[in-house]
């Protein structure tokens, strides 16, 4: 079977997905509908914004969905007359079982680690804040839970010391294109074997990044609370509560390196020769950039231009 005739609906939201499926119909794929998040307010003036998916969708006069409830008899009798052959699902919300068992060869997600490992909604940041030294894409049929099913391809990427979350983000979306096209044809051809999880090992997870677990944690080394930093940086950005005296306010910390700078007490922030050491439970680190409230993200160097930190200041 023609892999390029099959009959493909694309679902998903970000910028993530939308390179995806830019990439399928400039290969002259036919995705005879795309499903995406419905409009929603964003930004300062909350001014309601359109999926980064169905910004593409649109340029290219694409049959565009954006159901609230994906359970809905209206919606699902509407994708059922789509006569969808393959279905693919790249950063969009759970699917039900009614949608996607409603193709002829299967419904598949490309998610961004190597499974069974860091299954859940934030796979590019736990694999850097655990200081992987590899991840990647997997594709698998979807199941009745979250990122179990049997997988069909994968491929690696390694992670340098360097990466933040924004350059592991762009060098795994243009890796996306070539597996999910494979991962069809596979599947046109019938070539592709579905391999069942192997979960005989304990997991690493990727649960949904919060308040609570991007908060900074001095109790890691040096190499972990980098890794941490680097792991939510450009976004949410690492947080912690400064407090300079009876004043408190809470930072972010977007980039920090290791230090040889010995004998700061845990918590204590420190500024010499234009720089901000931070010491930890075991050594410390030198604040690169950071960011106060109601301002934006400076580097630590330029701040200082114009700033100084008081003695006994401290972060927790």
């Not at 894409?137 to 933040?164: R, V, W, Y």
């Not at 997870?205 to 944690?217: F, M, S």
């Not at 007490?265 to 930890?280: C, M, S, W």
Request: hydrophobic share 40%.
């Amino acid at each position: 079977m023609n892999s390029k005739a099959l009959k493909i609906a694309f679902f998903g939201t970000p910028e993530f997905a939308a390179h995806q499926l830019n990439f399928l119909i400039t290969e002259g794929y036919t995705i005879s509908v795309v499903i995406t998040a419905p409009d929603r307010p964003a930004g300062r003036g909350k001014k309601v914004q359109s999926s980064a998916v169905k910004q593409i969708a649109l340029e290219h006069k694409l049959t565009v969905e954006q159901p609230e409830n994906l359970k809905a008899e209206a919606f699902v009798k509407r994708y059922r007359e789509f006569e969808i052959d393959c279905a693919v699902v790249v950063a969009f919300r759970m699917l039900p079982k009614i949608i996607w068992e409603a193709t002829s060869l299967g419904t598949f997600n490309l998610h961004a680690s190597l499974l069974p490992n860091y299954r859940g909604a934030a796979p590019i940041q736990w694999a850097l804040r655990n200081q992987e030294s590899e991840t990647g894409l997997s594709t698998f049929l979807i199941d009745e839970h979250i990122d179990t099913g049997a997988i069909l391809l994968q491929t690696k990427c390694m992670i340098t010391p360097i990466d933040n979350a924004e350059a592991l983000h762009d060098r795994l979306m243009e890796l996306g294109p070539k597996l999910i096209t494979k991962t069809i044809e596979g599947l046109a051809q019938s070539k592709l074997t579905p391999l069942i999880q192997d979960t005989s090992k304990p997991l690493k997870e990727a649960p949904k990044l919060t308040k609570e677990n991007t908060r900074i944690d001095l109790n890691l080394s040096p190499s972990g609370f980098c890794a941490l930093i680097r792991s939510l940086d450009p976004y949410p950005g690492a947080h912690a509560l400064l407090k300079d005296g009876e004043t408190e306010v809470s930072i972010k910390i977007y980039k920090a390196q290791e230090s040889s700078k010995q004998n700061i007490k845990k918590h204590a922030l420190i500024e010499e020769d234009g720089k901000v050491f931070l010491g930890l439970n075991q050594g410390s680190i030198e604040i690169l950039k950071w960011q106060f409230p109601a301002k934006k993200a400076v580097f630590v160097k330029d701040f200082l231009n114009g700033h100084h930190l008081n003695q006994g200041i401290k972060l927790f």
